[in-house]
């Protein structure tokens, strides 16, 4: 367990409308990351965080914007959300494995824009 | 352009049986790959890693192989059961750049029959 809460867990909007995902950790990561999961599409990455208020494009950021004012919470917004945007969306962290960082997933927010 | 291929969407082995699982890269920085499995609903889960610097690691059941040469990891899972069904993901990183990002491959779906 990562200590990785994501809210929230399921949520059906319509087109338009604006969206905002919350994740939220309880270890004191410094990095956080966004993934989307789609069909024929594996994980792909949205955003990301180096710490507070420090922010980086992923490799399908359009559309999305982020915000880290703390350390514990990383909020993925879809400004505008569009049927492209239905996915499934992961909250992560990484931790220093002596090797390399491994990435630990949250239980994931399910969006439907309709 | 896709740095991370698996190649088979799917795969299915009789229970008690061996499951092989292959993954091919092509960026050579990377340094440090993983293994994550997916159950339905819920976040990806890590199952093992391998540093570039090693050629196998092996933790209970599973193995992962690697083959800097040509590029390729492969995870055995031995003896397959049912409760490993599952979505696998190949991923890799490269160490020193500062973002500590996985890349994905797109996964392949395992189905262990009793």
């Known amino acids: 367990d990562a200590g990785i809460t994501q809210s929230p867990r399921h949520k059906v909007t319509e087109t338009g409308t604006p969206v905002t995902l919350r994740c939220h950790q309880t270890?004191?990561?410094?990095?956080m990351y966004w993934y989307r999961q789609d069909p024929g599409h594996g994980l792909r990455l949205i955003h990301y965080?180096?710490?507070?208020?420090?922010?980086d494009k992923g490799e399908v950021s359009d559309g999305y914007s982020v915000s880290r004012s703390k350390t514990e919470d990383f909020l993925l917004t879809l400004e505008s959300a569009t049927s492209s945007q239905t996915s499934v969306y992961f909250c992560?962290?990484?931790?220093?494995?002596?090797?390399?960082?491994?990435?630990?997933f949250g239980e994931g927010s399910w969006l439907t824009v309709v | 352009d896709q740095q991370v291929k698996q190649n088979s969407p799917s795969l299915s082995v009789q229970e008690g049986r061996i499951s092989i699982l292959n993954c091919d890269y092509t960026?050579?920085?990377?340094?440090?790959f993983l293994w994550y499995k997916k159950y339905p609903a819920e976040g990806p889960t890590f199952l093992i890693s391998?540093?570039?610097?090693?050629d196998k690691n092996e933790d209970g059941r599973f193995t992962v192989f690697l083959n800097k040469s040509a590029k390729h990891l492969s995870l055995h899972i031995v003896p397959s059961q049912p409760g490993d069904s599952a979505v696998y993901f190949c991923?890799?990183?490269?160490?020193?750049?500062?973002?500590?990002?996985?890349?994905f491959g797109k996964g392949t779906k395992l189905t262990v029959n009793p």
């Open positions: 992560a962290i990484s931790e220093w494995a002596g090797s390399g960082n491994t990435i630990y």
């Open positions: 270890e004191n990561h410094r990095y």
């Open positions: 965080s180096y710490g507070v208020k420090d922010t």
């Open positions: 960026n050579s920085m990377f340094d440090y």
């Open positions: 391998i540093s570039s610097i090693k």
């Open positions: 991923a890799a990183s490269a160490s020193g750049g500062g973002s500590e990002k996985l890349v």
